[in-house]
């Protein structure tokens, strides 16, 4: 046995390599899971880790199974987190076949993405650490482990509210969005620990909470969150594409051009899956900041304003918003109504699609019920948009698969930067009604469309 101090003074850690070991492990979880109705867990501390000692893990003579093979600590070091997840996600599938299991993990590898979401682990409340948290989370991503995210705020120390709006909104387009610190709590188990929230209390931390820095910032907190929140649709569908396809959620701009050198100097901005470019604040008290976009055609989320690619441009910086760009040729699902949780998500009757113009354009729409596996057996539904523009209007074409049915009831259709003003919308020989202005068209749908067309 290997025995050593973490959270208590003296743990014994199972041999993950071990396959015997990795089935005793699971049905530990079986009152948690199945009893007192845990939907996800979290495995820390799996690097391994150990307190008091100078590796701060095992001795690297300490013996593993290693399926059967024996080995010691120095070859197995790095796939110790990953087999304990491995181990645990076997356990929850099998304690609940039809669910799917939720694992944040914190020590992984190659591979890992099978069983777990990662997060990056203890990271300082600072700018520093802001701009580690995005390149991070891209690294991770283009290393074939999308479903990532950090200690929004900072595990350690207290950020400014500043500080903490322009994690948040970052972390709005991060697969896992969690606001995480060590606060005011401690067991008291570890000497070191329970000294340094002693220090923390006497200098009256807070907890990070959003709503705990006051206005400005609990407002423009919400607004990041409500975000997050209205681009699930989108996001569930970017995700959907990455399991079939392998591409990353979060990519860096090389991904759009590996031979524009700007695509690489501007490395903080990224794309969340096709249709969106997020260009984080990364700096304190940045009233402006210069962009890059690519070659195409953009339109800024905020303003609707078109923007011609290839080129730098300097952007005015607002406290509540961070620079988002859409490209041309893109339709965006959202929902205009900020669900509080994804189980409203599920319940709401209206969906919002944007849709920015280009001379042609597709994207897709994925849903399923959010749980089990039906979507295995058809139990999804995936809709596939595609429009072609010329002088006289633009005909939009929808084609859907699946048999999974969604509350929506109805589509409340955005069109921005089109071209001319629009004097009809059809479907069929139907005319429908429509509003005006001068940045977007706005009609609305049955959400089983089939063909639409605006006519100049």
Known sequence: LMTGPVWPPECVWPDYTKPEVRDWWGPLYKELYNQQGISGFWNDMNEPAVF??????????????????????????????????????????????????????????????????????DNVASWEHLRLANSQCLRLSISGYSFVGTDIGGFVDEPTGELMVRWLQLAAFHPVMRVHSMGNNSDGAAEAEAEAVK???????????????????????????DLRYRLLPYLYSAFQQHLENGRPLLRNLFFLDQK?????????QFLVGDDLLVCPVMKPKARSMTVYLPKGEWYDYWTNNFQQGGQKIKLRLKADQIPIFVPGGSVLPQV??????????LQAKQLRMDVYYAKTGQSQLYLDQGE???YLENGSLQQSYSWTADAKGLRLDCKSTGAFQPKFQQIEWHFHGLPKAV???????????FSQSDDQVVVQTAFELRKMTLEY
């Open 52 to 121: 008091k000692v100078h590796q701060m893990t095992f001795p690297e003579d300490v013996r593993h199974d290693y399926e059967g093979h024996g080995a010691d600590h120095a070859k197995t070091h790095n796939i110790y987190g990953m087999q304990m997840s491995r181990a645990t996600y076997d356990g929850l599938k099998a304690l609940q076949p039809q669910k799917r299991p939720f694992l944040l993990c914190r020590a992984s590898f190659s591979g890992g993405q099978r069983f777990a979401a990662l997060w990056t682990g």
């Open 199 to 225: 220090k923390a209390e006497r200098n009256n931390r807070q907890d990070q909470e959003p709503w705990v820095y006051g206005e400005p910032y609990t407002s423009h907190a919400r607004a990041a969150i």
């Open 260 to 268: 524009d050198p700007n695509c690489r100097k501007y490395g903080d």
């Open 336 to 345: 205009d109504t900020t669900p509080q949780s994804t189980a409203e998500l």
């Open 372 to 374: 089990g596996y039906d």
């Open 423 to 433: 004097k009809q919308v059809k479907i069929g020989r139907k005319s429908l009604d």
